[in-house]
Structures are given as C-alpha cells and as structure tokens.
C-alpha cells in the first residue's frame, strides 16, 4: 500500500495542526517535472511505508504555499514539531529522496 496521500487543503491543515512529523509533497496538475516527480515519490512511499507523504495540488493551497514559502514546484516540505527540517525543490533520484527521507 502506497503512504503517498492525496489531501485537501482542510486535511492538510488539520495534520499539520495536530501531526508531529509532516512529510509534504507539494505540486500543480500543469508542471511535467511535477508528474515525474509524484511517480518518483510512488516508488519511494512504497519502499518507506510507515511515513505518510501528503500531497497537495499547489493551486489550491495558496495560503500555505506562503506559510512554507515554496518558490516553484515540485517541492517537498519537512516539517517536524512545528519546525522546517527540510525543503526539498531538486527531486534528483529516487535513491536521493530515499535517502532524504528514511532519515526522518
């Protein structure tokens, strides 16, 4: 079963409120490099499956996209107790994001 999870902007707002650790896959529907960079995120959320990587259409989360200053997409965003661990714009390779995140 695959951790990567598609949430609405409600959900995501409610997780990042009450989750200590939130692992978030930001991205828009008209981004190519998005597209490749969700099937790489597959692979990686299938090796890893105790985290649970949100995803977030970008076009509709406006607000956060300001709260996590995200600059372009695709963007990966760690946040632990509250606090930016990690962002992430350069989806290199799935080793790299595997790499990433199995620290987590």
């Known amino acids: 079963m695959s951790a990567l999870i598609e949430v609405d902007k409600k959900t995501l ?13 930001f991205y828009t529907t008209m981004c190519g490099t998005c597209q490749m960079a969700s099937k790489m995120l597959e692979v990686v959320a ?3 499956p105790h985290l649970q990587i949100q995803k977030g259409n970008l076009n ?13 997409v695709p963007c990966l965003i760690i946040e632990q107790e509250g606090k930016l661990v990690d962002k992430v714009y350069a989806f290199n390779s ?3 994001l595997f790499d990433k995140l199995k620290q987590v």
């Open 46 to 48: 299938k090796t890893l």
């Open 13 to 25: 707002v409610e997780n990042i409120q009450s989750n200590d650790l939130n692992i978030i896959y």
């Open 94 to 96: 799935v080793p790299f």
């Open 60 to 72: 509709y989360m406006e607000d956060l996209a300001e709260h996590f200053q995200v600059q372009s």
